[in-house]
């Protein structure tokens, strides 16, 4: 063994893809994975020559580095492929990016109403401060959209409430959108791509797992290892620096494995449980008390070859457990062998050792199968088999603690000389594959290059750059006392409710007739010229009372903003004045 090779431990896409750059520098790598075949969490399962993505990996990225890569890789293999997905709540079926006619149609027009009404007042009134998702989430669509569109689904996901969900996760990972941008979105198409709302994607022909497999291969090709079936049980360090790691190959006694460099991307809790020495007993409970959710992948084959449009659904449904649901050959119709059937993957999140973990898989699939009928998305009798697919360590889980036990983790690895951890689950964070895959780039070019890249800065961003925190609470804190209300938004939503209240108003008095119908509502023909008290009249009095509310919105925003600058620059004189007058008094 080459005592000068780069070790890597984990064959998902950050580690191949720190492999693969490595590999293009000239130097040496070996790779151990503990799993059959490479991937990770972004791997692709088959089973009787269907091909299952474990949640669905959209290969779309705003960083060009990532976007040469698979093409690099995977040429004309690389599809491009159309987005659909929808929400099923309350047993109806809403397209996601919104759709006015059937967003309302779903929910009614007193509910959507009511959601404007509330995204008014919060848009107002919001939390002062940011701290949970709930907060993040209601400060931006209101607490209605909320209950109605979030609550519910991410629970599912994370296992604990959105009070205690910390808002650093939808910050990271719904950056961008706002009720304002889902709005746009349903009239216009936006100068600029909010990542949450992208309409196309990209994708291998025959599943992610394609792509870590052709890198294996180009890996291997420059005459380095990937090493399947081979877990790390130890691993073995000398004051500050990482010596070796010791593994159990298919089932052989343990072997050692000496290198110069260490790449870890496997889950940073147990990376610290098996070092040895081990570290302080503090860094170990700090490591222990950081969690991950788990995902269990119900893969069902339909005999039926079209099922629904969608690429996937989330569920919102609490009647069901599952999540998700993806429709695979939707993603590409190569995943299925055969043209006159489908497949599908029902997603369940759960905590390894729940009930639902323990469920052996023919009960799951039995599940798998009552649920998929029960949404509606297959009929039971053409459901003619399927398997189950546990994956661990699927999310690192922003409860209310794991801030604080992750800078105590993070400080600690930042002392080794020899060890950089990345990818989601090395630096315990929710990033995308893309994102990984940049942590493994970065990686590979501080060995071998000598650069010196902060791979834990790598967020959703191309540019990457996290503000500090004293920074951020000072920028929030000016965001929240001088906060600018957006005048388009606000003209939209008070235009929005002014219309459907004269519009459900002249429709009412129409309905409800007598002598002298509607004679007050009558007097607005004054300022509406051919509005009248009628069912035809209902609309143009939409039209009016939208028009009206959002002139009224707009002028309340502009007035409203001028007055906060306006105070803000008094304020600002008037603390340089206070300043200087300190400074001329310690002189």
Same mark, same amino acid.
């Given at each position: 063994?080459?005592?000068?090779? &780069?070790?890597?431990?984990?064959?998902?896409? #950050?580690?191949?893809?720190? #492999?693969?750059?490595?590999?293009?520098?000239?130097?040496?790598? @070996?790779?151990?994975?503990?799993?059959?075949?490479?991937?990770?969490?972004?791997r !692709?399962?088959?089973?009787?020559?269907?091909?299952?993505?474990?949640?669905?990996?959209?290969?779309?990225?705003? &960083?060009?580095?990532?976007?040469?890569?698979?093409?690099?890789?995977?040429?004309?293999?690389l599809?491009?492929?159309?987005?659909?997905?929808?929400?099923? *709540?309350?047993?109806?079926?809403?397209?996601?990016?919104?759709?006015?006619?059937?967003?309302?149609?779903?929910?009614?027009?007193?509910?959507?109403?009511?959601?404007?009404?509330?995204?008014?007042?919060?848009?107002?009134?919001?939390?002062?401060?940011?701290?949970?998702?709930?907060?993040?989430?209601?400060?931006?669509?209101? %607490?209605?959209?909320?209950?109605?569109?979030? %609550?519910?689904?991410?629970?599912?996901?994370?296992?604990?409430? =959105?009070?205690?969900?910390?808002?650093?996760?939808?910050?990271?990972?719904?950056?961008?959108?706002?009720?304002?941008?889902?709005?746009?979105?349903?009239?216009?198409?936006?100068? !600029?791509?909010? %990542?949450?709302?992208?309409?196309?994607?990209?994708?291998?022909?025959?599943?992610?797992?394609?792509? /870590?497999?052709?890198?294996?291969?180009?890996?291997?090709?420059?005459?380095?290892?990937?090493?399947?079936? =081979?877990?790390?049980?130890?691993?073995?360090?000398n004051?500050n620096r990482?010596?070796?790691?010791? @593994?159990?190959?298919?089932?052989?006694?343990?072997?050692?494995?000496?290198?110069?460099?260490?790449?870890?991307?496997?889950?940073?809790?147990?990376?610290?449980?098996?070092?040895?020495?081990?570290?302080? #007993?503090?860094?170990?409970?700090?490591?222990?008390?950081?969690r991950?959710?788990d995902?269990?992948?119900?893969?069902?084959?339909? #005999?039926?070859?079209?099922l629904?449009?969608?690429?996937?659904?989330?569920?919102?449904?609490?009647?069901v457990?599952?999540? $998700? @649901?993806?429709?695979? %050959?939707?993603?590409?119709?190569?995943?299925?062998?055969?043209?006159?059937?489908?497949?599908?993957?029902?997603?369940?999140?759960?905590s390894?050792?729940?009930?639902?973990?323990?469920?052996?898989?023919?009960?799951?699939?039995?599940?798998?199968?009552?649920?998929?009928?029960?949404?509606g998305?297959?009929?039971?009798?053409?459901?003619?088999?399927?398997? &189950?697919?546990?994956?661990?360590?699927?999310?690192?889980? *922003?409860?209310?603690?794991?801030?604080?036990?992750?800078?105590?983790?993070?400080?600690?690895?930042?002392?080794?000389?020899?060890?950089?951890?990345?990818? $989601?689950?090395?630096?315990?964070r929710?990033?995308?594959?893309?994102?990984?895959?940049?942590t493994?780039?970065?990686?590979? $070019?501080?060995?071998?290059?000598?650069?010196?890249?902060?791979?834990?800065?790598?967020? +959703?961003?191309?540019?990457?750059?996290?503000? +500090?925190?004293?920074?951020?609470?000072?920028?929030?804190?000016?965001?929240?006392?001088?906060?600018?209300?957006? $005048?388009?938004?606000?003209?939209?939503?008070?235009?929005?409710?002014?219309?459907?209240?004269?519009? &459900?108003?002249?429709? /009412?008095? +129409?309905?409800?007739?007598?002598?002298?119908?509607?004679?007050?509502?009558?007097?607005?023909?004054?300022?509406?010229?051919?509005?009248?008290? +009628?069912?035809?009249?209902?609309?143009?009095?939409?039209?009016y009372?939208?028009?009206?509310?959002?002139?009224?919105? /707009?002028?309340?925003?502009?007035?409203?903003?001028? !007055?906060?600058?306006?105070?803000?620059?008094?304020?600002?004189?008037?603390?340089?004045?206070?300043?200087?007058?300190?400074?001329?008094?310690?002189?």
């Open positions: 063994m080459n005592s000068d090779s &780069v070790v890597i431990i984990g064959a998902g896409p #950050a580690g191949l893809t720190a #492999a693969y750059e490595l590999s293009k520098l000239d130097r040496h790598v @070996v790779v151990v994975e503990k799993q059959d075949r490479v991937g990770g969490l972004a !692709t399962e088959d089973y009787r020559g269907f091909s299952f993505d474990l949640g669905g990996h959209r290969f779309f990225t705003k &960083v060009d580095e990532v976007n040469r890569l698979w093409r690099e890789i995977l040429g004309d293999d599809l491009t492929r159309p987005r659909l997905s929808r929400i099923y *709540y309350n047993r109806k079926f809403f397209y996601y990016p919104l759709r006015p006619l059937n967003a309302v149609a779903g929910l009614g027009l007193w509910k959507s109403l009511l959601i404007l009404l509330s995204y008014i007042r919060w848009q107002i009134f919001s939390h002062r401060q940011e701290e949970t998702f709930e907060q993040w989430v209601t400060n931006r669509f209101g %607490k209605r959209l909320f209950e109605t569109f979030f %609550k519910t689904y991410t629970e599912k996901v994370w296992g604990i409430p =959105c009070s205690e969900l910390r808002a650093e996760w939808a910050a990271q990972r719904i950056r961008g959108l706002s009720l304002k941008t889902a709005l746009l979105n349903m009239f216009v198409t936006p100068a !600029t791509t909010i %990542k949450t709302l992208i309409e196309q994607f990209q994708y291998p022909r025959l599943g992610p797992g394609m792509m /870590w497999n052709a890198v294996k291969s180009q890996i291997e090709r420059r005459q380095n290892e990937v090493r399947l079936n =081979c877990e790390v049980i130890a691993i073995c360090r004051g990482i010596e070796s790691v010791e @593994v159990c190959h298919s089932g052989q006694p343990p072997e050692r494995i000496a290198g110069s460099a260490f790449i870890s991307t496997m889950p940073i809790n147990d990376l610290l449980a098996k070092l040895d020495p081990p570290p302080p #007993a503090e860094i170990l409970e700090s490591a222990q008390k950081l991950y959710r995902l269990i992948v119900v893969c069902l084959i339909v #005999a039926k070859r079209e629904f449009p969608d690429n996937w659904i989330y569920v919102h449904d609490p009647g457990s599952v999540g $998700r @649901v993806q429709n695979y %050959k939707n993603w590409s119709p190569d995943m299925v062998p055969d043209p006159d059937k489908s497949s599908l993957g029902l997603e369940y999140f759960c390894r050792g729940d009930d639902l973990w323990n469920q052996p898989d023919n009960e799951l699939l039995q599940l798998g199968k009552r649920e998929a009928a029960a949404i998305l297959a009929d039971i009798d053409d459901i003619e088999g399927g398997c &189950v697919v546990r994956v661990p360590y699927a999310y690192p889980v *922003y409860d209310a603690d794991y801030r604080t036990h992750l800078n105590a983790v993070r400080a600690f690895v930042g002392g080794f000389d020899n060890l950089q951890t990345i990818g $989601r689950n090395g630096l315990h929710y990033n995308n594959q893309d994102h990984a895959m940049m493994g780039l970065l990686a590979a $070019r501080n060995l071998a290059l000598g650069e010196k890249h902060d791979v834990w800065s790598v967020n +959703t961003e191309p540019d990457y750059l996290e503000e +500090t925190v004293a920074d951020a609470a000072f920028e929030e804190s000016l965001a929240q006392i001088f906060s600018k209300l957006d $005048r388009l938004s606000f003209g939209l939503a008070v235009g929005s409710v002014c219309g459907a209240l004269l519009f &459900v108003a002249t429709l /009412w008095l +129409t309905i409800k007739g007598g002598n002298d119908v509607g004679a007050n509502l009558q007097l607005l023909r004054n300022y509406f010229p051919g509005y009248r008290v +009628t069912a035809a009249g209902s609309i143009l009095g939409f039209a009372g939208f028009a009206s509310g959002f002139i009224m919105g /707009w002028s309340f925003a502009f007035l409203r903003n001028a !007055t906060m600058f306006l105070s803000l620059a008094w304020l600002q004189r008037k603390a340089q004045r206070g300043l200087l007058r300190k400074v001329f008094d310690y002189l």
